[in-house]
């Protein structure tokens, strides 16, 4: 990062003078996005462009009347999960990399595990407060539409295959909290959050071994159906394969050699769960299904991406993951092109959001296979197209997946974006590099 220069803000005040300024800036915190090759961003940024830390602004937690969550500044997901537990309260929302921000998951709208059960991050948002380019503050109620200067009718016709999907290849824009909420910073900085927060319930974590993936997929696509009419009882329903689980050390990994779906369940379902689903499963026998301690299962779902994360960094490449959700039609489909993908000379694995038909395929390639990995990478997110889902459910698009979207956005998205930056980025200061440029 030699060439950008970065600068750290303590407080809004001085927030507020860089926006009225008009430098071009790509704001973050904790500097967690997969999208943004921080270690690595030389070349994919203008020069005059400046890192802009947030992370150096205090973080505050507190509860509304009414039991929702009040964030500002910089808080990780594990603060505010700790912070509402302390209350006998809990958030909905739970990527699985707890120490990124509040406010730049919700930039990003980034929408995790626990989705499954609670729907996306976006429908969790009572309200924010943002600052625009003149450094005024401004509120958004996820109770109001959102009324804009410009037709947005062939935008909504669009977006409207993907309403049942975490995210669209693009923002919503419904109602007035979709501003903000996976437009990535690219029209004002969020400075607050409102989100609701629910009763906290003791979870339990039941594991599933299972064949391996590339060799047999059948019994996970039975638990993946058999699952989808428990939603109000299983808040997550998550996979890792055997080559995921095979970086981590031996006494951390449950599976030997086996793939693993797991469920996390309120202690108050579980023989329900136990009953009406586990016990059925013809291809699955029950001494592979086990429990596991909440605390127990956070590490290992946490310590996966991160072994994987410093695998690649070690060997001095980007990440070459998917971030692609299908509908439940098309995941027997999804399965097979990344089993294709199983034999092709570089290293990967699979992990993720099971439940929702939304899986990450990490290829592990060496520095002389990035540029196929990356044709590689463009034939699923053709394929993505074709099936009519969302390439990037999760993670937003940030710099590495902006080539990959291009199919995605007709004129009707472009024409949008365009009014959107004239209205709320005129000096194009908000990450000039982002997807709506």
């Not at 059960?117 to 309200?127: H, P």
């Not at 034999?343 to 390639?365: E, I, K, Q, S, T």
């Not at 959107?420 to 005129?426: H, I, Y």
Request: glycine share 6%; aromatic share 12%; hydrophobic share 35%.
């Amino acid at each position: 990062m030699v060439d950008q220069k970065i600068k750290s803000f303590y407080s809004n005040e001085e927030l507020i003078t860089h926006i009225k300024s008009g430098l071009p800036t790509l704001f973050h915190s904790s500097q967690t996005s997969t999208v943004i090759p921080f270690e690595n961003i030389k070349g994919l940024l203008n020069p005059q462009t400046i890192l802009g830390n947030l992370s150096t602004i205090e973080g505050h937690l507190e509860f509304t009347s009414n039991n929702d969550l009040f964030v500002s500044g910089f808080v990780t997901w594990k603060e505010a999960k700790d912070f509402c537990r302390s209350h006998g309260r809990e958030i909905m929302t739970s990527p699985t990399e707890e120490l990124a921000g509040v406010l730049a998951g919700i930039a990003t709208s980034c929408t995790g595990e626990r989705s499954f059960g609670f729907k996306n991050l976006r429908s969790q948002i009572v309200e924010l407060h943002y600052l625009d380019y003149k450094g005024n503050e401004n509120k958004l109620s996820a109770d109001k539409k959102l009324l804009l200067p410009f037709d947005l009718t062939n935008y909504h016709n669009d977006f409207a295959p993907y309403l049942n999907f975490k995210n669209a290849p693009y923002p919503r824009l419904l109602v007035e909290t979709d501003l903000m909420t996976g437009t990535e910073g690219q029209l004002g900085i969020i400075t607050s959050a409102v989100l609701k927060t629910i009763l906290y319930e003791e979870e339990t974590y039941l594991f599933i071994l299972l064949p391996k993936w590339e060799e047999n997929f059948e019994p996970h696509l039975e638990i993946f159906h058999a699952v989808q009419a428990f939603r109000n009882e299983i808040r997550a329903c998550e996979f890792i394969d055997s080559n995921s689980l095979s970086y981590l050390p031996a006494e951390k990994n449950p599976g030997k050699n086996q793939d693993i779906v797991f469920l996390e369940v309120r202690k108050s379902n579980f023989d329900t769960v136990h009953e009406n689903l586990l016990a059925k499963l013809k291809l699955t026998n029950e001494e592979n299904i086990f429990e596991m301690a909440s605390g127990k299962c956070r590490d290992l779902r946490v310590s996966v991406p991160r072994a994987i994360f410093e695998v690649n960094s070690r060997m001095g490449v980007s990440k070459k993951g998917t971030d692609v959700q299908v509908s439940a039609l098309k995941f027997r489909d999804l399965l097979t092109f990344y089993r294709s993908y199983t034999n092709r000379g570089v290293d990967y694995n699979l992990f993720g959001h099971f439940g929702d038909a939304h899986l990450h395929f990490n290829f592990m390639p060496t520095p002389d296979k990035n540029d196929f990995c990356n044709h590689e990478l463009e034939r699923l997110y053709n394929k993505v197209f074709e099936w009519h889902g969302s390439p990037f459910a999760e993670h937003g698009i940030g710099l590495l997946k902006k080539k990959f979207i291009a199919p995605f956005f007709t004129e009707h998205q472009k024409v949008v974006f365009r009014a959107l930056k004239k209205e709320f980025d005129p000096r194009g200061q908000f990450f000039p590099e982002g997807f709506m440029s």
